[in-house]
């Protein structure tokens, strides 16, 4: 005799002891997982994972007002004189390093999420910018750099000359 299940029954699944239940996971092959091996370099708590790459990628913001392009980045660590920043008509690149003050062992780290080395960015602009114009400050670790927009709309008359 065929008894109908719950709703509590269907719901959750569960058959009682006396009911033989047909899974379609049955034929399914067992799945295969891999399985991804520590190396043995170092008994450090870090992964090899998190170490940092050969150059960072610096966030930024960027965003415009009615006659200006901003970026703005966090520089924290790095100097003035240790940034590098080159302004064309249609990109702006960033460059610079930071370093570590003091030198720590990798097993003494419990976290390690600052990044330290070179860092650049490329950042290609929505607008052309006035390079000539345009200008850049480092203050409390954030660096601003100020470009004010081309105006495509400005007109000059020119007197053509004879001759």
Avoid: C
């Avoid at 590098?84 to 003050?101: A, P």
């Avoid at 860092?119 to 470009?147: H, N």
């Amino acid at each position: 005799m065929n008894m109908k299940r719950s709703f509590f029954d269907r719901l959750s699944g569960s058959i009682s002891a006396g009911e033989s239940f047909d899974s379609f996971e049955d034929d399914l092959p067992p799945a295969k997982l891999s399985v991804k091996h520590a190396s043995n370099k170092s008994a450090s708590p870090l992964s090899d994972d998190f170490a940092p790459a050969a150059e960072g990628q610096l966030p930024v913001d960027l965003y415009q007002t009615p006659s200006e392009i901003v970026v703005r980045a966090f520089v924290a660590g790095v100097r003035p004189d240790e940034l590098t920043v080159s302004i064309r008509r249609d990109m702006v690149e960033i460059g610079g390093s930071r370093m570590e003050r003091e030198q720590i062992s990798a097993p003494d780290y419990f976290s390690r999420e600052l990044f330290w080395g070179s860092f650049s960015r490329s950042i290609l602009l929505p607008e052309e910018v006035d390079v000539e114009a345009s200008s850049a400050t480092a203050k409390d670790g954030l660096l601003t750099i100020i470009m004010p927009k081309l105006d495509k709309a400005r007109q000059t008359k020119l007197k053509v000359k004879a001759g």
